[in-house]
């Protein structure tokens, strides 16, 4: 079951139309949060980016936007499916329904939530890193869409099948100033010089609520972290490369280039996390 503009529908009843926007021009974003614990984790980070996309993609915000709104939405989506009790993954998929080409003849917004089940509620750390390398055939763009939650993400398409042809696990993107942006799968922070290290927004990244939430946090198991430019080098120098993501927290690098690292401070990071809750 989903939750389309706040009507519960079995997934077989609902259809989109081949004009619709989002379908061809990829006019909006989605968000995908991680619900456990009887709570949608780090809630107040997840809606204000949501907020924050609705207004630089121009949409016209309906007054009741409000974050009880949504709450009552997910539950509602929730509930509907027995999930309430459950570790879930929630995405919320906003978009444009408006007709006309580019330029739409009207500002009307949709949303839709869907939910599937996850196997763990807590956070943990996979004994298995992770085997990376730099996809280099495509590049991230430098600009303030590259950090939305975009469904224009054909690099990262590309980039599974890279992995795949090179038994790759996962990839790093570069920019065209060919420094360090992000992975496939999240965020990328290295531990470099002792500090905890993650490329800045103009670099191309996502806005990853993990990532906001960790650079809140000034210092992070005795070390400080900060944003800065991260080029190829920093990564075979650095002694550990993880990525975030709201579903799976962290998920560590065991070798790049044949460069094999530690995952100590991946690990004191998951423990902090799930204490939080």
Request: with cysteine.
């Amino acid at each position: 079951m989903i939750c389309f503009n706040g009507k519960i529908l079995n997934k077989k009843e609902f259809s989109i139309d081949y004009n619709n926007r989002y379908f061809l021009y990829g006019d909006g974003f989605f968000e995908t949060i991680k619900y456990s614990f009887g709570k949608p984790l780090f809630w107040e980070e997840h809606y204000f980016r949501m907020m924050g996309s609705l207004c630089m993609l121009r949409f016209n915000i309906p007054s009741y936007f409000n974050e009880k709104f949504f709450l009552r939405q997910i539950n509602l989506t929730l509930d509907a499916n027995n999930l309430k009790k459950s570790s879930v993954r929630i995405k919320i998929l906003f978009f444009r329904e408006s007709r006309g080409l580019y330029k739409p003849s009207e500002n009307k917004l949709s949303y839709i939530i869907s939910c599937n089940p996850l196997e763990k509620e807590k956070y943990f750390i996979p004994e298995k890193g992770l085997i990376v390398d730099i996809f280099n055939e495509y590049k991230i763009s430098q600009n303030s869409l590259s950090n939305i939650k975009s469904p224009n993400r054909l690099v990262n398409v590309l980039a599974t099948f890279y992995n795949e042809d090179h038994q790759l696990d996962d990839c790093i993107f570069i920019n065209h100033l060919n420094n360090i942006v992000e992975s496939i799968s999240g965020n990328i922070f290295i531990i470099l010089d002792n500090q905890i290290i993650t490329p800045t927004l103009k670099s191309g990244c996502i806005d990853g609520v993990m990532r906001r939430y960790l650079l809140k946090q000034k210092n992070i198991c005795g070390l400080k972290i900060l944003e800065q430019e991260i080029n190829t080098s920093d990564l075979l120098n650095a002694k550990e490369i993880f990525f975030t993501n709201v579903i799976k927290c962290v998920s560590w690098v065991y070798s790049f280039r044949k460069r094999v690292y530690q995952n100590n401070i991946s690990k004191e990071i998951v423990n902090e996390i799930n204490n939080l809750f």
